[in-house]
């Protein structure tokens, strides 16, 4: 709660240029008038993240399979498409941390 209203508070700062103090208060009287909006956005915020995590991963996933199943014939594609979801996992969370 306290990280949420400092980074609204920052923005606030960034903004009409007032002290840390004031723009903390309005800050969270902004949150306080919009409780509603804050929340709808928070729940569609994870769901966004969601899809990227799935689509980041499932993307990797099959492109990594068909990249084994052409390259290597006789080879199972199975573990090499385990660790492309492994590593695919650690990339989707870098890059859905950035948002």
Same mark, same amino acid.
């Given at each position: 709660? #306290?990280?949420?209203?400092?980074?609204?508070? @920052? #923005?606030?700062?960034?903004?009409?240029?007032?002290?840390? $103090? %004031?723009?903390?208060?309005?800050?969270?009287?902004?949150?306080?008038?919009?409780?509603?909006?804050?929340?709808? #956005?928070?729940?569609?915020?994870?769901?966004?993240?969601?899809?990227?995590?799935? $689509?980041?991963?499932?993307?990797?996933?099959?492109?990594? @399979?068909? @990249?084994?199943?052409?390259?290597? %014939?006789?080879?199972?594609?199975?573990?090499?498409?385990? $660790?492309?979801?492994?590593?695919?996992?650690?990339?989707? %969370?870098?890059?859905?941390?950035?948002?």
């Amino acid at each position: 709660c #306290i990280k949420f209203l400092n980074k609204n508070a @920052y #923005i606030q700062i960034a903004l009409l240029g007032t002290s840390f $103090c %004031k723009s903390a208060k309005e800050a969270f009287f902004l949150i306080a008038r919009n409780v509603l909006r804050f929340g709808a #956005i928070t729940a569609l915020s994870g769901i966004v993240h969601g899809i990227g995590f799935i $689509c980041i991963m499932s993307s990797t996933a099959v492109a990594g @399979y068909f @990249y084994m199943r052409e390259v290597h %014939k006789d080879l199972s594609p199975f573990m090499p498409c385990v $660790c492309f979801l492994f590593v695919s996992y650690v990339v989707a %969370k870098l890059f859905m941390n950035v948002f």
